[in-house]
């Protein structure tokens, strides 16, 4: 799931406007839109690229693998089919930006807002409880990933030293710890994903290291001469048959993740400019970034195990081990933690926000949590320190940090958050709202249609939790806690 260049909307959602404008027939006038707010100048392209940068990110990195798993056949097949689904509840989505009228009705600015208007009740609930538990999640797979990419940039530097004589065992902790240490130094800036510069830095960075996993993957094609891999994936044998079928199960999971972008859809509408509608500009967006991201997608994971074979590694940046051009591979691994340190911060903005919210709500008097200190910096606006978030975010970060080192599996736990973000927020939630917004009578055919991709999505969500489960559990079973090294 990729990644930052989301975040830029959902903090302007607490400021009210009561400006009285002469308000033209259109319903906005010259500087402002019908809501009140500064008119919004996004157009195809720039949704188009805000979502590229959104999905492009570490889920890259387990396509090889999950394509190994699947094999020629049904690998490309289930890219294809859940670009489909994505591109499909996408523009499901799309239409309930708006309640009520599509040109004028009211504006929900974030998915929240949409379930709220739309669906209500506990259902809102739920939809924030899965939302955040999935943010969490993001938060302790970027944790694993950027301390892979840590250990391949030390593990690689320290072979080419030695000319390959020394084994070079690491221990991922140390490189855990300074990326929590990292984190929590960064999540104490205010308003930390609203930094323009962001966007484009993750752009740059995500690119940089796919292009090379991609690039790498077609050399090793070139060198050995083969296109390596079967058509039925990763043979019995190498693996035994039940583990083949969790591991396809997981596969689902990690290609899922890799497409999960629905959350920050109604935030990136929110940018567009109308006419023409924001739900009709939105689908134009969708339909090609879902389309570049599958041939990219495509690309990385078919290249990946066409070089690697039954042996495609859950990184694909670490499989390359210890090959010349080192520095490439140190480049994209360098790019790798640049982009997730930045991703992490953006993902975990919503979640911060709505504790503080929430804890402010609960306890209005007390000065831990609402007084805010200002600590002048010569040469810059004075910071504002407030101890409960000095507090909170810290511990939020520990924790995280500490799960990571005692579940350090990067594709299990990608193919469980790929697994569980999956079905309610892809596909489940738009849908309702769909069918609320647009009065789908109960039994009709579209409703029948609309129910059954439902339950299949569902049923696929179910296998891929279970597969990943399944592979964290083998995963134990061959493990001491906090001792995880390469």
Not at 31 to 39: A, E, I, P, S, T
Not at 142 to 165: D, E, L
Not at 263 to 292: C, F, N, R
Request: charged share 15%.
């Amino acid at each position: 799931m990729g990644e930052i260049g989301a975040g830029k909307n959902h903090l302007h959602n607490n400021q009210v406007f009561d400006l009285s404008i002469d308000v033209l027939p259109q319903g906005g006038s010259k500087c402002f839109d019908d809501d009140g707010r500064l008119k919004r100048t996004g157009t195809v392209w720039t949704a188009s690229a805000h979502i590229i940068t959104a999905v492009i990110g570490s889920g890259v990195l387990s396509l090889a693998w999950a394509t190994a798993q699947l094999g020629w056949v049904a690998g490309p097949a289930v890219m294809f089919l859940f670009s489909f689904v994505t591109y499909y509840t996408s523009a499901l989505l799309a239409a309930c930006y708006r309640s009520g009228d599509p040109v004028n009705g009211k504006r929900n600015y974030t998915y929240m807002d949409a379930v709220r208007s739309n669906l209500g009740g506990i259902k809102v609930k739920i939809c924030g409880w899965i939302q955040y538990l999935n943010l969490f999640g993001v938060a302790i797979g970027y944790t694993i990933a950027s301390s892979i990419s840590m250990m391949a940039i030390k593990r690689s530097n320290c072979f080419h030293a030695s000319g390959g004589k020394n084994p070079c065992h690491l221990n991922s902790n140390p490189y855990m710890i300074a990326f929590g240490i990292a984190e929590i130094i960064l999540s104490q800036i205010p308003d930390f994903d609203q930094l323009w510069w962001l966007s484009i830095v993750a752009a740059v960075m995500s690119f940089t290291y796919s292009t090379i996993g991609l690039g790498l993957g077609i050399a090793k094609v070139a060198e050995t001469g083969k296109i390596r891999g079967s058509l039925t994936g990763i043979s019995v044998g190498t693996v035994t048959q039940t583990q083949k079928i969790w591991r396809s199960f997981q596969a689902l999971g990690d290609i899922a993740f890799a497409y999960s972008y629905s959350l920050i859809l109604i935030e990136i509408q929110d940018t567009l400019k109308a006419p023409p509608s924001e739900s009709k500009t939105m689908k134009k967006a969708t339909l090609l970034s879902v389309g570049v991201t599958t041939l990219f997608y495509m690309l990385c994971g078919c290249m990946g195990y066409a070089a690697f074979g039954d042996l495609s590694p859950g990184n694909l940046l670490t499989g390359f081990g210890f090959y010349n051009p080192f520095w490439l591979l140190d480049i994209a691994n360098a790019a790798i933690v640049i982009h997730l340190v930045g991703a992490y911060q953006v993902y975990c903005q919503p979640l911060f926000a709505f504790i503080e919210k929430s804890a402010a709500e609960m306890f209005p008097d007390s000065e831990f949590i609402t007084k805010d200190i200002k600590i002048p910096i010569p040469a810059f606006r004075p910071y504002s320190l407030n101890l409960f978030r000095l507090v909170w975010r810290t511990l939020f970060v520990i924790i995280t940090t500490l799960i990571s080192m005692l579940l350090p599996f990067f594709n299990d736990i990608v193919g469980l958050l790929g697994a569980l973000g999956f079905w309610p927020l892809t596909v489940y939630f738009p849908v309702e709202m769909y069918i609320s917004q647009k009065k789908i009578p109960k039994w009709s055919t579209r409703w029948l249609c609309l129910q059954i991709l439902s339950i299949a999505c569902l049923i696929i969500t179910i296998a891929a939790a279970a597969g990943s489960i399944a592979g964290v559990v083998l995963d134990l079973k061959s493990y001491k806690p906090f001792s995880t090294g390469y």
